[in-house]
């Protein structure tokens, strides 16, 4: 079954249409199944998140869906930064600093699609001061943002 | 905000963590209440702030590195 509902589908295709003009990518981080499932190392919502992103990506052909190992593709674990599982990069044209830890359900998937949309056109759509405030850093800064599914 | 932020300059990365799903974060940075923000280990707020208030978080966190 879907998990995205025939309703949210038909927006979000209609959303896409209209503002994607480049190319993204879902580097998806994640844990293949295997028949031996350690209890402590089992990833909850990979399956789930691996999903979801699957129907976010079927529905433009300007997303695309890369999914790695996070014990196998420990190369690309490293050239990400991944720290945890499910990861998802958003990578565009201009933006790969934008990580997602955890599966982004309720509020956190619109910020999924915000993300999207945004790497897709490059437009962050701050502030203009902001934007000049920014440029200013010059070192490199990690922000993490701690939320839960609502 | 973060990811806004992380697409302007690639200095800054800019992660949003399910708390509920790392437990061991919400140890380790004491979290109580969300959304909470960690920036660059030395700066931390809670709540949902304007733009101008971000900002100036992750400036702050500038100068404490130099």
Same mark, same amino acid.
């Given at each position: 079954m879907a998990l995205l509902s025939q309703e949210d589908q038909n927006f979000l295709r209609d959303h896409f249409a209209k503002s994607l003009q480049a190319d993204v990518t879902l580097v998806f981080f994640t844990q293949h199944e295997s028949k031996l499932t350690v209890p402590a190392q089992q990833c909850r919502y990979c399956k789930e998140t691996g999903e979801l992103l699957q129907e976010v990506a079927g529905l433009n052909d300007h997303i695309k869906v890369e999914s790695f190992d996070f014990v196998k593709d420990a190369d690309k674990v490293q050239e990400y930064g991944v /720290?945890?599982?499910p990861a998802v990069v958003i990578l565009g044209p201009q933006s790969k600093g934008v990580k997602f830890y955890g599966i982004p359900s309720g509020y956190e998937f619109s910020t999924l699609i915000e993300d999207i949309v945004e790497a897709g056109t490059? /437009?962050?759509?701050?502030g203009a001061p902001t934007k000049e405030e920014l440029k200013k850093v010059a070192e490199d800064t990690h922000i993490q943002v701690f939320v839960t599914p609502t | 905000m973060a990811h806004q932020m992380a697409t302007e300059n690639p200095h800054i990365r800019a992660d949003v963590i399910e708390a509920s799903e790392f437990p061991h974060l919400v140890q380790k940075y004491r979290?109580?209440?969300?959304p909470k923000t960690v920036v660059n280990e030395s700066v931390q707020f809670e709540g949902a702030v304007p733009e101008n208030r971000f900002l100036m978080e992750v400036m702050k966190a500038q100068k404490k590195k130099q």
């Open positions: /720290d945890k599982i490059g /437009d962050s759509h701050l | 979290i109580m209440g969300v």
